[in-house]
């Protein structure tokens, strides 16, 4: 089983910027598509962005322009680099290992206004 692990989150005002990362325990992390979800009080989880093992990314259009998913397979890690936030944005963040069907515990986003 695939342990990942959020951080990065926190308080920030509109139009802050703020980076996440999900570090993963599987050394063929470099292999596995991965993906950066949120979900608001009261909403279903959603789809933010993801990266293959290609490189290619796609985005959100909610997200297009403002945040960017990139991986570090040497850190066996995923990154989410949110700028221009939005208040809309606040949400629990989580990462996934969309080969193994792995969460995170997933970590906070607060916008304020």
């Known amino acids: 089983q695939v342990q990942l692990v959020e951080s990065g989150g926190g308080l920030v005002q509109a139009g802050g910027s703020l980076r996440l990362s999900c570090a993963a325990s599987?050394?063929?992390?470099?292999?596995?598509?991965m993906g950066w979800y949120r979900q608001a009080p009261g909403n279903q989880r959603e789809f933010v962005a993801v990266i293959y093992a290609t490189g290619r990314r796609n985005y959100a259009d909610s997200v297009k322009g403002r945040f960017t998913i990139s991986r570090d397979n040497a850190k066996n890690t995923v990154y989410l680099q949110m700028t221009s936030l939005k208040p809309d944005d606040t949400g629990v963040y989580y990462c996934?290992?969309?080969?193994?069907?792995?969460w995170g515990q997933g970590t906070q986003v607060t916008v304020s206004s």
């Open positions: 599987r050394s063929i992390f470099s292999i596995n598509t």
């Open positions: 996934r290992d969309e080969a193994a069907g792995s």
